[in-house]
């Protein structure tokens, strides 16, 4: 299955895609000290339930939990869609993805990387 991720590396910020393997291979070396190919299939765990959900009012995106803010991945008119992430907020240290829950236009970031936020708490504008 094909997913499509929006990263951000040093300030830039790519669309990447990719794709989930069921089988790999690892290549080790035996106790001669020569490769071998080992076949091994992974695991698929599952996937754990959403925990919170993105809270909105009009056009404004609140946090759904307390926590601080990790990482930031749009910028103000960056146009978005519905369930793309927004931003990460770390939470009882684990970081919750913030996704959109609409397609739109961000009009206002009131947040920065490391601001520690509460429940309700305006994080982003989208129009």
């Known amino acids: 299955m094909l997913k499509k991720f929006k990263i951000k590396v040093n300030g830039n910020h790519y669309d990447v895609e990719v794709e989930e393997v069921e089988q790999a291979y690892n290549f080790c070396k035996n106790s001669e000290g020569k490769s071998a190919d080992q076949e091994y299939t992974s695991l698929k765990m599952p996937r754990p339930e959403k925990m ?3 809270i909105i009012r009009g056009n404004a995106v ?7 803010v990790v990482d930031i991945l749009v910028s103000e008119s960056d146009k978005v869609k519905q369930g793309e992430i927004l931003l990460i907020l770390e939470a009882m240290k684990m970081e919750n993805e913030i996704i959109s829950p609409k397609d739109g236009k961000i009009e206002k970031i009131s947040v920065k990387k490391g601001d520690k936020v509460d429940i309700g708490d305006i994080l982003i504008e989208i129009s």
Not at 62 to 68: H, L, V
């Open 62 to 68: 609140e946090a759904p939990i307390n926590g601080t």
């Open 52 to 54: 919170f959900d993105s």
